[in-house]
C-alpha cells in the first residue's frame, strides 16, 4: 500500500519510524514549512536521512498542491499532527482518501488545545481520535477511540508524553491496518454532544487566586508544561510550573509562606505549593530559591 505521511515534529516522526520499522511503502511525507532562523522540523530532518522524498507546501489550498497529492498515486495519506487546513479534495486525492489523529475523545474538545482543557476542567479521564477529517474543526467522522485515564495530580506534560503521544501512534498503525483489511469505519460524530474549545492561553492560564484551590491547581496542570500558568509575586510576573494541592484556609491571593520545597499561596478554601517557577526574562527555577532572591 503506498502511503504518505502528513505531519510534524516528534508525534509526525514516530509515526513515520514505526512505518518504517514495518516495512511499509512511504512513497511521500509533508510537512510544515521550516521556518527562518528555526531549526528543520523532527519529521522532516528523519525522513531526508532515511532517503524518502519531502514535500513542504507554504498552502495547500491550491492547484499546485493538489497536483502535488495526486502525484503520489498514494492509496492513503496518514495526517499525524496537521496544522495547516487540507482541503477536501487534496484530502480525497488518495485512493482511500485521508484520516488523522486528534488527542481527545470527539466530539468533545475539539479544537487546538484538547489535552489542555479536559485537565483544566478536573476531568478524569480523555483519550485519542483517529478520524477522517472533513472542512470542519476536527468534525469528520470516526474510524476509532482510546480512552486514558487523568491521574489527579498530572499535568498536560504526563498525560500527553505518556498516555496520548504512545496510545496515538499505536492507534495510527492501527487505523492504517483496518484500511489495508478493507475494514473502512466511519461514525458520525454527534457535535451538538460535544464541544470545542480554542487556544488555551491567554486569560484562561491567568491565576485567579479568587477561584477554588482545586480549580486553580487543575489550571496549573492542564498549562505544564506549556505555555505555562501565569500569576505576581513579590510583584513580579512570573510563570508557574510544578505545583501541589494543599488544605488550609486563609485570605485569597496570600503569600501564606515559604519553605524549602516553595512558596505556598493561598486559593479559597485550599492551598497551592509552588514548587518551580520562571520569572520574565529568566530560567525555570526552585521558586524558594528564585523568591529568596528577590528579598
Not at 516528534?10 to 511499509?24: C, D, Y
Request: include cysteine.
Amino acid at each position: 500500500m503506498r502511503i504518505v505521511v502528513h505531519g510534524q515534529q516528534a508525534f509526525g516522526k514516530a509515526v513515520l519510524e514505526r512505518l518504517l520499522e514495518r516495512g511499509e511503502n512511504v512513497v511521500a511525507v509533508c510537512c510544515a514549512p521550516t521556518k527562518e532562523g528555526r531549526p528543520e522540523d523532527p519529521l522532516a530532518e528523519f525522513a531526508r536521512e532515511k532517503g524518502l522524498p519531502v514535500h513542504q507546501p507554504a498552502s495547500w489550498k491550491t492547484p499546485e498542491a493538489l497536483e502535488l497529492m495526486e502525484s503520489f498515486e498514494a492509496d492513503i495519506c496518514m495526517m499525524a499532527y496537521v496544522l495547516l487546513f487540507v482541503p477536501q479534495a487534496v484530502r480525497d486525492a488518495p485512493k482511500y482518501g485521508t484520516f488523522q489523529y486528534h488527542p481527545s475523545l470527539c466530539p468533545w474538545h475539539r479544537g487546538p488545545s484538547s489535552i489542555s482543557w479536559p485537565i483544566a476542567m478536573g476531568k478524569t479521564h480523555t483519550g485519542l481520535t483517529i478520524f477522517w477529517p472533513d472542512d470542519g474543526l476536527d468534525e469528520g467522522p470516526i474510524m476509532l477511540q482510546k480512552t486514558c485515564a487523568i491521574g489527579p495530580d498530572e499535568t498536560l506534560g504526563d498525560v500527553y508524553f505518556k498516555k496520548l503521544f504512545p496510545m496515538g501512534v499505536d492507534a495510527m498503525i492501527e487505523g492504517l491496518d483496518l484500511v489495508k483489511a478493507g475494514i473502512i469505519l466511519k461514525h458520525d460524530q454527534r457535535l451538538e454532544d460535544g464541544s470545542y474549545e480554542s487556544w488555551f492561553k491567554g486569560d484562561h492560564i491567568q491565576i485567579d487566586w479568587s477561584k477554588p484551590a482545586a480549580e486553580v491547581y487543575n489550571l496549573i496542570r492542564a498549562a505544564n508544561p506549556a505555555p505555562a500558568a501565569r500569576t505576581t509575586l513579590n510583584g513580579a510576573d512570573v510563570q508557574v510550573f510544578d505545583s501541589k494541592l494543599l488544605e488550609g484556609e486563609g485570605t485569597p491571593g496570600e503569600l501564606v509562606e515559604v519553605t524549602e520545597a516553595g512558596v505556598v499561596m493561598q486559593a479559597a478554601g485550599g492551598r497551592i505549593l509552588i514548587e518551580r517557577v520562571r520569572p520574565t526574562g529568566g530560567q525555570k527555577q526552585p521558586a524558594a530559591s528564585w523568591i529568596a532572591e528577590q528579598a
